[in-house]
């Protein structure tokens, strides 16, 4: 049984890989690109989830307007430590949770049908004083995971669930060093 608030995402030795959802215009020029560019916004906090099966929830498969596909972000393990080390549970003082440069969620996990586990994934949202170092410095690689989601989703539609879910990224728990435990756990 897995606890109830674990990081768990797509790493390895240097980077992680953290999933959003945006529109075509905003994922075909970071494509293009290879990083953020415009139309994405820079003025304004933009929310990372290493849970694919949340943001698989979240964006209704890549269905949601305006989130019609699905990009996996694969940014460096320094700037995910970096971010989570300036972090604020939403669930703090108001005035903290204003002031921060990075604010962190727990939300529950959700199952492929988007049931939700009794256990909670995280969601980081890099604030817009730090959204250019987000962009420019920590993201390594940006991959479209849209058709791959679509086939899984038709995948789970018509009850092959075992199939779709060699197309879901592999996931295991984060180690994460004791002092961004403490910052990033509720009841802290």
């Not at 820079?42 to 990372?48: G, K, V």
């Not at 995280?122 to 730090?130: A, C, T, W």
């Not at 990224?169 to 802290?188: D, K």
């Amino acid at each position: 049984m897995a606890p109830q608030y674990q990081i768990r995402a797509d790493y390895d030795a240097r980077t992680i890989v953290v999933y959003q959802a945006y529109s075509p215009a905003i994922a075909d020029a970071a494509l293009r690109a290879g990083h953020f560019v415009a139309p994405f916004s820079f003025h304004r906090m933009t929310w990372i989830k290493p849970s694919f099966m949340w943001l698989m929830h979240r964006s209704n498969w890549a269905r949601k307007p305006g989130q019609e596909r699905v990009l996996a972000v694969r940014i460096t393990r320094e700037g995910w430590e970096e971010a989570l080390s300036q972090a604020v549970l939403t669930t703090a003082d108001p005035a903290e949770v204003a002031q921060a440069a990075v604010h962190v969620q727990w939300d529950p996990e959700r199952s492929p049908r988007g049931a939700a586990l009794n256990h909670y994934s995280i969601q980081v949202g890099i604030g817009r004083h730090l959204i250019r170092t987000f962009t420019d410095d920590w993201i390594v690689g940006l991959t479209d995971l849209t058709p791959r989601i679509r086939k899984a989703s038709a995948l789970i539609q018509t009850g092959h669930f075992t199939k779709a879910q060699r197309l879901f990224p592999a996931e295991r728990a984060y180690p994460m060093p004791r002092t961004l435990e403490a910052v990033v756990s509720p009841g802290r």
